[in-house]
Structures are given as C-alpha cells and as structure tokens.
C-alpha cells in the first residue's frame, strides 16, 4: 500500500471512530428516567390489560376461574385463589408502577408473576417473558427515575 493510501484509509477510519464515538456519546445521554418511564408503563400496561380479562366490573368472571382451573393448572394453589389473586396484583401493582410508588417492589412482584408464568404455565413464551423480564429488572435494579412518586418522596425524605 502507497503512502498515501495508508494516510487516505487511516483518515477515514479515524471519520468513522469519531462519528461511532459522537453516536455512543448521544445514546449515553439517553436519561435513565426516560428508559425507566417507557419500562414502567409498557409492562404496566401488559399486565394492565391481562387483569382486565379477568373481571367483570368488580367481580372475577368466570372465564378467569376456569382459566385457572383447566388451563394454567398452577401446582400448589388453589384455582380459585390464584385466579383471585393474579386479578388483584395485575389491576394493582401496573397503578403504582404507572404512578411511581413503591416501584422495586411492585417491579420485583410482577417478576415474580412473569417467573411463575413461564415455568408453569407456557415455558415456551420465554421471548415474551425475557422482554418483561428486562422491563421489570431495569426498574427493580435502577429504580423508577425521577418522574416518579418515589423519587418525590425520597427528595422530601431528604431534605429532613
């Protein structure tokens, strides 16, 4: 290779490092609370709308009962009971993670529902699962972000 085409290649290599490092610059900027909000109400809304299926108004309908009962066959627990149970964290835990409160812990429970899922009920649904997983384990492990209540709570906590 002639002089200078090892200066003309070095040259644009050294183009494309730098454009390569002004992208990863932009994605680093990219604010956890923004990540952490997207996390928040996608999953929220997932478990949001499979809560949803299981009431009518006020009351669990019987399709969720019989869902329990024949379908998921959940070890251990009672259908009835379960089917109570996942109707309840699923209209509650996606409220508080929407509004931010007590969000590790409402994040950590639905991974744990999403676990429960996936190992009992359709252990082939692993992509869907890992995608909600990612969604709860951000925020379990970096928490809400500061368009949360609990970041609100936790300024006024430290200011006393």
């Known amino acids: 290779m002639q002089h200078s085409q090892a200066v003309e290649t070095a040259s644009k290599s050294?183009?494309?490092?730098?454009?390569?490092?002004?992208?990863?610059?932009?994605?680093?900027?990219?604010?956890?609370?923004?990540?952490?909000l997207v996390a928040r109400l996608s999953i929220a809304a997932v478990f949001w709308q499979s809560g949803r299926t299981k009431v009518d108004g006020f009351s669990l309908n019987d399709t969720a009962v019989y869902l329990f009962e024949n379908e998921y066959k959940l070890p251990f627990v009672d259908p009835a009971f379960a089917a109570?149970?996942?109707?309840?964290?699923e209209h509650v835990f996606p409220v508080l993670l929407v509004i931010g409160l007590a969000s590790r812990f409402c994040a950590l429970a639905l991974l744990g529902m999403t676990l429960v899922i996936q190992i009992f009920v359709y252990p082939d649904a692993w992509p869907t699962h890992g995608t909600w997983a990612a969604c709860l384990l951000l925020i379990v492990a970096r928490g809400p972000g500061i368009l949360s209540l609990d970041h609100l709570i936790g300024r006024r906590r430290a200011k006393t």
């Open 84 to 89: 109570h149970l996942a109707a309840f964290a």
């Open 14 to 36: 050294g183009s494309v490092t730098i454009l390569v490092q002004r992208a990863h610059g932009l994605m680093q900027a990219i604010p956890h609370s923004l990540v952490a």
